[in-house]
């Protein structure tokens, strides 16, 4: 019941607050009795028994008498809803049908028209703080209120740019419904569209990784996405990233629809150019030629003599007077005899008037004239239509076809250079703004010498001509510094456009997906365009022809006029040639390889190329490869890259083992994939992406990026397989959900081209912050993806740079640049600098240091010590055990030799001198003892001198005494040399006789 007063009491004061200013202005006797019309009902908010009242309200309050009045009513219920086509009447508080010329959801919400923001959405844009704002990657600040969700009439656009937008739209669900928005998003290389639902707690609804990335749409196609939403309160959030600073093609929304929602309590009336009957939940677009009224119940026909309408007209609109340029020329199939004749038809659908004298009218068909010749490579078949020549047959288009001559195969390819009537190869389709067919009207039209986009088409209708070629004969790649061509398409147009219209042409493949080659704008002069194609694979070129600029509204119906709706905007291609195709027609004829046993040509093996003088298949020099099978000359072989071999003759590569200027290189411990997380990109509301790379740095494992979000357009792949690759890595915001998604999965290397220490290679350059002139031998690995897109015209490029580095050990670290922490600066060219130690050159012989240890037991341990600036390698273990001897090496058994063999001359010579000093000291010593004994001690004084101490020749001593002890050597030394220490060491003896 807290509820019930809450409510009466805001009732009680309403209605007295009425009462008191009607009182002020007029007296309460003097204002007639309040009728039933006077009145509305509301139903206040439901109270805390789960119910509300049903109340009358003044319409204009002080009005009539007896104001307030009316009793209310209780409706036990809080979730009231009706069904599609009905709403709740609250008068009798039933659902009822909804009259003709009016429509309604039941319990929903429709927003298909966009002349302005609906009440309830809310756009917001923001810049992102990160490397693309702050590092000049735009040109300086972005102006981001250019980039927001805007209405263009049929649709909401979203422009992308290098900002992130978000459409928010609040509703509160009385039951479980659902949301369905129909979308388009054709370039998902620039943008990133993703979709949230977040319920009253902020938590995020339904499946996450299914529902919030929509899938990619193909160019003109629309898509259909639906959501279910829980009861209560939901949050639906709309966001486009630019992932880059090229706009690329814009995010639209051309209808959002709600159910689930409160009852409506009335029916919406039908907007003018739709009609509905009673009970219905959509209105109808009023037919060709038709227009209604706001709220008609059925559309009304135009005069079909001076008026037209196109579907969904709000008015009929003065057909013109025909002239020439509202029919086109065609001509009848060649009969039996080669004969044909020009015919001409209105283009459809035809809106001018011809029943007026001043008007042109359809020239008579003319004469029967010889047919026309058909494009080279082809013939008539059947005597009707031109077709593609015969298997090893060729012709130049004028004659019949021609067998070539021996020796000799087709060169095939397609040229389309006359147009008297549309290849059966080729394909046309116009499809209308809201993504429905143009029904009879005709896109692409020939016309003689041109093809072109036709005339008098809906302003935004997407004409698009399509050509699929399976293959190339040649499969690209680089040798010796320029790039091999597996193919080439060129083609001439001119654009004649007195309004704003633009001409795409595009490129597409099951691997790489659809990418914008290059676009023009406005009127264009006659000129060539040429594009390489450098990869083989199947691709379909297409050329795409739109009339609209996005940032006028074109699509306001209710403003449309025969000089807006129609114009004569055109685009015409007077040539198209795609070469060196596996398939098609052929002109001319190449020499070939034919084979004893084979009655025709056949291509020579991989890696070999054709002998012009014996027309034998030769394989090619080392280290050369061959892309062509019908390669004719050695000058078809070319070299591979600087660093770069081939085995086989096919492919450059390397298995991370290499020389470079005689110094080695052993990368193979760097080989597996390694993954590198570039710099966050956030915005102000907490939004947060980054890239992740996968680097393979020689290709011995492949890198791999996949996609886990349902992102690609039907038949596309959600992964890529590369050298090095990059995919979106985006954080649930929400920690209970923890997921983690990838998405916008592209090749950054399908090639490696080099391996250098040079700082360029072709157009790709080193960047300044990774050239260290102290560390000449850093290597940069070139590598490349010459796969043509919008934002990168010239494909993409990446260069890694090894840096020898000790002091990271094993994998090491890399580093992105600091003026740009996404790794690229432009978007398209990418630089990664990795240090390691396995980045070292490998240590030759002389450049270790050898330490032998001792010989033990016959074993001994040999260290071997590196320089920092190499590594060993890894057949090199750091030490080993050697077997040794105790041999004494022969120097030094010399030496030893030299030292004993002077020791003993020493000895000898010492025991010379000793034995001539022992006979003078013996001799000396008897005439001593002789004397002693003789005469006494007194004598000596009184002998007279001797004349000699020593024996005559020839005397023999006859005196025999005892031997006096005998001294050691060194006495007997000391003793001869210390006679007289101070004096002649020899006495003065007297004898007598």
């Not at 083609?491 to 659809?514: I, L, R």
């Not at 020389?659 to 990109?681: H, Q, W």
Request: with cysteine; net charge negative.
């Amino acid at each position: 019941m807290k509820g019930y007063g809450q409510s009466a009491g805001v009732l009680f004061l309403s209605f007295f607050s009425s009462y008191f200013i009607a009182s002020g202005s007029s007296s309460y006797d003097d204002l007639e009795p309040c009728k039933q019309s006077d009145y509305h009902y509301e139903l206040t908010e439901c109270d805390a028994d789960k119910g509300r009242w049903r109340v009358q309200v003044p319409l204009v309050p002080g009005s009539c008498a007896d104001q307030g009045s009316g009793p209310s009513t209780r409706v036990d219920s809080c979730r009231i809803s009706c069904e599609p086509g009905s709403y709740y009447n609250l008068a009798g508080l039933t659902c009822q049908k909804c009259r003709p010329g009016t429509y309604s959801l039941g319990g929903g919400a429709l927003f298909d028209t966009w002349d302005r923001l609906p009440e309830g959405f809310y756009s917001q844009v923001e810049s992102f703080r990160s490397s693309f704002s702050t590092m000049g990657r735009c040109g300086g600040d972005v102006n981001c209120s250019r980039y927001g969700w805007e209405p263009r009439g049929d649709f909401l656009a979203s422009l992308g740019g290098p900002c992130a937008a978000t459409l928010t739209y609040t509703v509160h669900l009385v039951k479980p419904g659902n949301l369905t928005y129909i979308y388009q998003y054709s370039d998902k290389d620039v943008l990133v569209f993703d979709f949230e639902a977040q319920n009253e707690q902020c938590q995020s609804v339904g499946d996450s990784k299914i529902d919030r990335w929509p899938a990619a749409t193909k160019e003109g196609e629309w898509r259909k996405q639906v959501i279910h939403l829980k009861a209560g309160q939901n949050v639906l959030q709309w966001k486009t990233i630019g992932m880059d600073c090229h706009k690329g093609k814009p995010v639209l929304i051309k209808s959002v629809e709600i159910t689930g929602v409160a009852f409506a309590s009335s029916c919406t009336p039908c907007r003018p150019g739709t009609f509905s009957l009673a009970g219905s939940r959509i209105c109808t677009e009023c037919p060709k030629n038709h227009y209604s009224s706001k709220e008609a119940s059925s559309c009304s026909p135009c005069d079909s003599q001076r008026e037209y309408s196109p579907k969904g007209s709000s008015k009929c609109l003065r057909r013109p007077l025909c002239t020439i340029k509202d029919y086109y020329e065609a001509r009848t199939p060649c009969d039996v005899n080669n004969q044909t004749q020009k015919l001409y038809k209105w283009i459809q659908p035809k809106i001018c008037r011809d029943d007026d004298p001043e008007s042109a009218h359809l020239p008579p068909a003319s004469e029967k004239h010889a047919c026309p010749p058909c494009n080279p490579g082809m013939e008539y078949k059947n005597g009707s239509t031109c077709k593609f020549c015969p298997l090893n047959h060729y012709s130049d288009g004028k004659a019949g076809c021609l067998k070539c001559p021996p020796n000799t195969t087709p060169n095939y390819g397609y040229q389309f250079e006359r147009w008297s009537e549309m290849p059966s190869i080729m394909s046309t389709a116009c499809i209308e703004p809201d993504g429905s067919s143009c029904g009879t009207a005709v896109g692409w039209q020939p016309a003689g010498s041109y093809i072109h986009s036709g005339r008098r088409h809906t302003d935004g209708a997407y004409l698009l001509l399509s050509l699929t070629v399976p293959g190339f004969r040649n499969k690209g790649g680089i040798s010796a510094g320029h790039r091999l061509e597996a193919g080439r398409i060129s083609f001439t147009f001119e654009m004649d456009c007195k309004g704003k219209c633009e001409f795409v042409f595009m490129q597409g493949s099951e691997t790489k997906g659809v990418t914008s080659v290059q676009s023009w704008m406005d009127s264009q002069y006659k000129q060539e365009f040429s594009h390489a194609i450098l990869q083989n694979d199947s691709y379909t070129f297409s050329w795409v022809f739109q009339n609209l600029q996005y940032d006028q509204g074109y699509y306001d119906r209710n403003a449309m006029d025969s000089d807006t709706k129609f114009d004569d905007d055109i685009v015409k291609i007077f040539s198209i040639n795609i070469t060196n195709t596996i398939d098609g027609g052929a002109a001319t004829c190449l020499p070939c390889h034919q084979d004893i046993n084979e009655r025709g040509c056949i291509p020579c093996p991989l890696g070999e190329y054709i002998d012009p003088n014996t027309t034998e298949c030769v394989p090619c020099p080392p280290d050369t490869t061959v892309s062509d099978p019908l390669a004719y000359g050695i000058e078809s072989c070319q070299p591979c890259g600087p660093g770069l071999q081939s085995i086989d003759g096919v492919t450059c590569t390397t298995k991370c083992i290499f020389n470079v200027n005689n110094m080695k290189y052993d990368f193979r411990s760097l080989a597996s994939p390694y993954l590198v997380k570039g710099s966050r990109l956030f915005t102000a509301s907490g939004a947060q992406y980054f890239h992740l790379f996968n680097i393979s740095l020689c290709g011995l494992s492949a890198a791999q990026c996949s996609n886990n979000v349902s992102y690609q357009a039907e038949g596309q792949v959600s992964q890529v397989k590369s050298f090095i690759c990059r995919t979106t890595i985006v954080p649930s915001p929400w920690a209970e959900e923890g997921l983690i998604l990838s998405t916008q999965s592209v090749t950054l290397g399908d090639e490696l081209i080099s391996i250098s220490r040079d700082h360029n290679f072709m157009n790709m350059e080193v960047i300044e912050e990774f050239i260290n002139p102290d560390f000449p031998n850093d290597l940069h690995f070139y590598y490349s993806t010459p796969l043509a897109t919008r934002s990168c015209p010239q494909g993409r490029t990446t260069i890694i740079t090894l840096h020898c580095n000790p002091t990271k050990v094993g994998n090491g670290t890399i580093s992105l640049p600091t003026k740009c922490p996404d790794g690229t600066c432009d978007g398209c060219n990418f630089n990664f600098l990795w240090e390691s130690d396995s980045a070292c050159p490998l240590c030759a012989e002389q450049d270790y240091k050898l330490v032998k240890g001792e010989c033990i037991d016959g074993v001994q341990s040999v260290h071997y010590l590196t320089p920092s600036h190499c590594i060993m390698p890894p057949s090199m273990p750091s030490s080993e055990n050697l077997p040794c001897t105790a041999h004494i090496p022969l120097e030094l058994e010399i030496l030893i030799s030299v030292i004993v063999a002077l020791a003993i001359f020493l000895c000898a010579l010492m025991v010379y001198f000793w034995k001539k000093t022992q006979s003078l000291e013996y001799k000396y010593m008897k005439l001593v003892q002789s004397s002693s004994n003789r005469d006494g001690p007194e004598i000596e004084n009184n002998l007279a001198p001797a004349e000699s101490c020593a024996l005559d020749d020839g005397e023999e001593e006859e005196i025999q005494f005892t031997q006096p002890r005998s001294q050691g050597i060194l006495n007997r030394i000391k003793a001869m040399t210390g006679k007289n220490e101070k004096g002649n060491p020899f006495e003065t003896i007297h004898l007598t006789k």
